[in-house]
């Protein structure tokens, strides 16, 4: 019992050793998120309240 409890120990100390490295995958998602955001808003920018302004004109009440 104390030599599996032992193994088990050891894997959850590899499993958070393995944790530290590079950046954190969600790091780079959020920088690849505003970065997307950012190339859309300088591409469609006049555009964008525009088309927004038109949808709500449009919605009829039932």
């Not at 530290?20 to 964008?48: F, R």
Request: glycine content about 6%; hydrophobic content about 50%.
């Amino acid at each position: 019992m104390l030599a599996q409890q032992l193994k088990l120990h050891a894997r959850l100390v590899d499993l958070q050793q393995d944790e530290s490295g590079d950046v954190p995958g969600w790091v780079l998602v959020t920088l690849m998120t505003a970065g997307l955001v950012t190339a859309l808003w300088l591409v469609a920018g006049e555009a964008l309240p525009r088309l927004f302004s038109d949808a709500i004109n449009n919605v009829t009440q039932p």
